[in-house]
């Protein structure tokens, strides 16, 4: 192997200094297409880390592009890993304590940090920074992070209809799902809201509530739950 490319690789190891060990180290690779993240954390007990943690962002030529702080980074270590203090863990982007995507649809990545379990039913929940073009960084931005913290597990994108779509759900038997249009300098709207109610096992009914022309339109169907089951599948 070059020297030269030996070092490269090891750089962002490096480059966090003598504080490494004696902590909890994981590498994210690819964790987007333009992005890595080294994790720092301090508290493991068995399969899970928690508590206060760092992770450093770094392009693919392993320069620093920003440290996020987390005062919960919850951390489950993959199937046969061991957790290991002064070791760089490999973690797969599909762990989830980092998720990069562009959630404002501006054309540049965006960066989720996981921050514990304030989410529906104790799920998941993350604090979300949105690339600043001014500022050249990215900044936390409070309505992605409470839309990244109050719903069941991170909401999704979807770029091609330019929507947020988050998830909740009541107890067995009520599912909700609300959908955000995102209004460049202005926000979030919210555009739909739909309850699955499966209360009556026979069957599943459906409210959907949908902005059209800035007016909310209401409709309600009822489905065999065997046939609704079957169609979602």
Not at 121 to 145: G, I, P, W
Request: positive net charge.
């Amino acid at each position: 192997m070059n020297i030269l490319n030996k070092y490269r690789h090891l750089s962002a190891f490096l480059l966090l200094g003598p504080l490494c060990f004696g902590q909890y180290q994981f590498e994210v690779k690819n964790v987007s297409k333009s992005y890595d993240a080294i994790i720092r954390i301090e508290d493991c007990y068995d399969d899970r880390c928690g508590g206060k943690g760092t992770v450093d962002l770094f392009d693919h030529k392993n320069s620093k592009v920003q440290t996020f702080v987390s005062d919960d980074l919850v951390i489950y270590a993959g199937q046969g890993q061991k957790l290991t203090q002064g070791k760089l863990i490999p973690l797969s982007k599909d762990q989830r304590a980092v998720i990069i995507d562009d959630f404002n649809f501006d054309g540049t990545e965006d960066v989720a940090i996981r921050n514990g379990n304030m989410g529906n039913y104790s799920s998941a929940s993350y604090d979300v920074y949105v690339f600043n073009s001014t500022r050249m960084a990215f900044v936390k931005s409070k309505e992605l992070t409470d839309l990244g913290s109050n719903g069941f597990n991170f909401f999704e994108t979807d770029a091609k209809r330019k929507r947020l779509i988050s998830y909740g759900k009541s107890g067995c038997c009520r599912i909700f799902t609300t959908e955000y249009a995102v209004i460049p300098n202005k926000g979030l709207d919210t555009v739909l809201e739909k309850e699955e109610d499966m209360t009556n096992e026979d069957q599943v009914k459906v409210i959907t509530k949908e902005k059209l022309n800035n007016k909310w339109i209401t409709k309600t169907k009822v489905y065999p739950a065997d046939q609704y089951n079957r169609n979602k599948k």
